[in-house]
């Protein structure tokens, strides 16, 4: 008996994990993935089961991944899955205004880059990321199973779980979306704004092929953005516009929405064919008041949202687990706590700062482009035009949104671990 309890506290004394990642989308697979490989002892939480196939279905939701992304990636050993698996390629980018004669062209070829990023489907990324986890020792998968709470007990908390045994670690990661149930638990507060937008998204096929350029025109209610996928005449559309005619174009006959939409994109890429389901999101932007407290530190969306008009959400999640990756990676190879504040600070410090610049950068082109003030719009034309025409500029643009420039994680500079 007395033997029994000397033994339990000492088997206690070792958490199941260093660190719990709650949430599986692309932002927590690839957390997991880099601190597993890094042979932190990693538990992985979702609520849904490990997704196991790419359908033959080109998914609605896609990803303009930047070349940066494409690092981090590769670090998580993802990026050669998505290599071999269906792509767009985004060799330049085309970006005009409805409402001004204004323009511009980006080439990779300026930045001497082979591209400025790619466009994957969501189905492609976790399927690749989910290869990569496949078999990593140090890597726990507990899915499904929700998260419900957890207590705190000196340097671990023990995470309760429905459907699964409790979990000990030293740090939990949320990585679990726009309505975290870490954050909630951890109490901290969320900053939200509705941006009296919805973006509606569709695969569509085009008379005239898209040439690997991503192309965005502004309109009065927001952007249209045509994104190249695998197949020639083949696009991802986001059309962000007012809640009603989102509405209404989510509904109408597909004959119908083809001719809208080929009218709204000013028949740059001639008739559009042939359409696929239709999905719509409204948008918000919101920002969690801090991204850390003692054990728990925040990621990707369950810390920020940001406007989709650049496709950089997914991208900053990236570097956030990036970021979040090293500085755990640093405290466990010093011999330090990585649950501990002062160490999640340095994370907090390093993405937050980045993530509100973004967020800003943002609404400052939301503002711009949805301005219906001529002097706003004649400005903007002229911006456009002067981009067009000063290389250097060009050049800062093209680096910045390709993530190329920034205080970049080690990963995402093209450092394995
Ligand atoms: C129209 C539109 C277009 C976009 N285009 C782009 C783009 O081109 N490029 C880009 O970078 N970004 C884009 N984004 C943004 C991007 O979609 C998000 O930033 C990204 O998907 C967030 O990933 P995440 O892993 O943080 O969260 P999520 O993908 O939301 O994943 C959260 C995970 O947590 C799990 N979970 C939730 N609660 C619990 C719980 N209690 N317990 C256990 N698990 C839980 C969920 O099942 C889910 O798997 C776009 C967004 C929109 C709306």
């Known amino acids: 008996m007395q033997n029994q309890a000397m033994h339990q506290p ?193 695969n569509v096929v085009t008379e005239k092929p898209h040439d690997d350029v991503a192309r965005q025109r502004f309109l009065g209610a927001g952007p249209l953005a045509f994104l190249p996928l695998d197949q020639p005449c083949l696009c991802s559309i986001v059309w962000t516009t007012t809640p009603a005619l989102a509405g209404r174009l989510a509904n109408v006959a597909a004959e119908s929405f083809r001719a809208e939409l080929a009218l709204a994109f000013d028949h740059r890429l001639g008739a559009v064919t042939h359409c696929g389901p239709r999905a719509v999101f409204p948008l918000a932007r919101a920002h969690a008041e801090a991204y850390v407290r003692p054990r728990v530190a925040l990621a990707g969306d369950a810390a920020h949202v940001v406007h989709p008009l650049a496709g950089q959400g997914a991208n900053l999640g990236l570097l956030d687990a990036a970021a979040l990756a090293e500085v755990i990676i640093d405290a466990i190879s010093a011999g330090r706590d990585p649950g501990a504040l002062h160490v999640l600070r340095r994370y907090e410090r390093w993405r937050r700062g980045e993530n509100v610049l973004m967020q800003g950068v943002m609404d400052f082109f939301h503002l711009l482009f949805g301005s219906t003030c001529e002097p706003v719009r004649a400005l903007r034309g002229v911006g456009l035009n002067l981009t067009d025409r000063l290389p250097l500029l060009q050049e800062f643009f093209m680096r910045r949104a390709s993530g190329l420039t920034g205080d970049l994680p080690r990963f995402a500079r093209g450092q394995v671990n």
């Not at 997991?32 to 609605?60: C, F, G, K, M, Y």
């Not at 290599?83 to 767009?88: E, T």
């Open 10 to 202: 000492s088997l206690r004394s070792v958490p199941d994990c260093e660190v719990a990642v709650v949430g599986a989308g692309v932002v927590g697979l690839t957390l997991a993935a880099l601190l597993s490989r890094a042979n932190v002892r990693t538990a992985l939480i979702d609520t849904q089961p490990p997704a196991s196939t790419v359908t033959a279905e080109h998914d609605l939701r896609v990803f303009a991944v930047t070349r940066a992304s494409e690092r981090v990636l590769s670090a998580a050993n993802a990026w050669p899955h998505i290599a071999r698996s269906r792509h767009g390629v985004i060799r330049a980018m085309e970006v005009w205004d409805e409402k001004s004669p204004g323009r511009v062209h980006f080439d990779s070829a300026l930045i001497a880059e082979p591209a400025l990023g790619c466009i994957v489907e969501q189905q492609v990324l976790r399927q690749a990321l989910e290869q990569a986890v496949a078999g990593l020792p140090a890597l726990i998968s507990r899915r499904p199973a929700a998260l419900r709470g957890w207590e705190t007990a000196g340097d671990r908390l023990t995470l309760e779980l429905d459907g699964q045994p409790p979990l000990s670690a030293r740090l939990v990661a949320g990585a679990d979306g726009t309505d975290s149930r870490v954050r909630g638990l951890a109490g901290i507060g969320l900053r939200r704004e509705e941006y009296a937008q919805t973006a509606l998204v569709c």
